[in-house]
């Protein structure tokens, strides 16, 4: 069974500081590892990982893939308060699937 | 182009009525999925499909039913309302060579 696990689950911190968010897993047929930010409404897409060691960077996010030991970390730097959200890391396995993780609920306080 | 809309956004049912959650893209994808989401449980695969005449079950089918007669729909049936089915419901899809999935905005269902 495909499973994927976050942490930290919630995570408090202020603006200006920097957080790294986990995401491990175990997946059949890999075939991509994505982030997603989710606010109030639907989760909207952030990075797609497909190969080890390459990062991908928008902004002040970046996310990394490590294949070999199987997790991302996501990270944010410089936290404004507009980056309080869930988290949630998914892995695409066979026939696009999606198993998601339980998500990391960040809040940025002033 | 709307991407991937779903209606009702929100439904209260009684336990045992039945109803369908409506899905509609109109970016051609051939992959298509629901997914309820709970607290702290993230998103659940319900069902999914790779194209049109073709579903599958997901992590957590039961009670639910689906169909994919065109590319466009993907309608979920909820055969017998339950309590336990109480959740959010988001529908997405993508196209066979895309990256990530784009998501409907969701649709709250309550059962009493």
């Known amino acids: 069974e495909d499973k994927v696990v976050q942490s930290p689950l919630s995570l408090v911190v202020h603006e200006g500081d920097t957080v790294t968010l986990n995401c491990s897993y175990e997946?059949?047929?890999?075939?991509?590892l994505l982030w997603y930010k989710q606010e109030k409404k639907a989760p909207t897409f952030l990075f797609m990982l497909?190969?080890?060691?390459i990062e991908k960077k928008s902004g002040r996010l970046s996310s990394i893939l490590d294949k070999k030991e199987l997790f991302s970390i996501l990270n944010i730097t410089a936290t404004q308060t507009g980056d309080s959200a869930i988290y949630l890391c998914?892995?695409?396995?066979?026939?696009?699937?999606?198993?998601f993780g339980q998500g990391t609920i960040l809040t940025v306080h002033p | 182009n709307a991407g991937v809309t779903q209606t009702p956004k929100f439904q209260v049912l009684k336990t045992g009525q039945s109803m369908t959650l409506q899905c509609a893209q109109d970016?051609?994808?051939?992959?298509m999925s629901w997914y309820r989401q709970d607290p702290g449980m993230g998103l659940r695969l319900i069902h999914y499909?790779?194209?049109?005449?073709?579903?599958d079950q997901g992590e957590v089918p039961n009670g639910y039913n689906v169909s994919r007669s065109t590319t466009e729909d993907f309608p979920l049936r909820l055969l017998s309302a339950a309590p336990s089915q109480t959740s959010v419901y988001f529908c997405?899809?993508?196209?066979?060579?895309?990256?990530?999935?784009?998501f409907g905005s969701g649709t709250r269902l309550t059962v009493v």
């Open positions: 997405a899809s993508r196209n066979s060579q895309g990256y990530g999935y784009t």
């Open positions: 997946v059949t047929n890999f075939r991509s």
């Open positions: 998914a892995v695409e396995g066979s026939y696009g699937k999606l198993t």
């Open positions: 499909s790779v194209g049109a005449g073709i579903t």
């Open positions: 497909t190969s080890s060691g």
């Open positions: 970016m051609n994808h051939e992959y």
